[in-house]
């Protein structure tokens, strides 16, 4: 079965700092973008973040630069969002995407959207 996994939520106090992990179920990961994006209740869907196939492209939201990192192992076929800095704001649920591409931007934006995506884990961000 062909599916992306998301792990690494929970709950940090303000300031603090989770990495999220996207893992491949069925299908290695080094050959496409892979973005992240994430949803709070009663909110809009936000693009967070996307990175290219060999990690050479890099794209982030306004409201992340500077305290979101994404990176990937194709090794370990996993890519990484490294999240500093925590705000409340910053409390959705977070999912792993891709349209099995090499690059971001397919539909447009390099933040989204796409057409695939995991099931999401929980980040919450309350003191």
């Known amino acids: 079965q062909v599916q992306l996994v998301e792990s690494g939520g929970g709950l940090v106090q303000p300031g603090g700092s989770l990495r999220l992990s996207c893992a491949a179920s069925?299908?290695?990961?080094?050959?496409?973008?892979i973005g992240w994006f994430r949803q709070a209740p009663g909110k809009e869907r936000e693009g967070v973040s996307c990175?290219?196939?060999?990690?050479?492209?890099?794209y982030y939201a306004e409201s992340v630069k500077g305290r979101f990192t994404i990176s990937r192992d194709n090794a370990k076929n996993t890519v990484y969002l490294q999240m500093n800095s925590l705000k409340p704001e910053d409390t959705a649920v977070y999912y792993c995407?891709?349209?099995?591409?090499?690059?971001?931007?397919?539909?447009?934006?390099?933040?989204?959207?796409?057409?695939?995506w995991g099931q999401g884990t929980q980040v919450t961000i309350s003191s």
């Open positions: 069925g299908f290695t990961l080094d050959n496409y973008a």
């Open positions: 990175i290219s196939s060999s990690g050479g492209s890099t």
């Open positions: 995407a891709t349209d099995y591409l090499s690059y971001c931007g397919f539909r447009g934006s390099p933040l989204g959207p796409w057409g695939y």
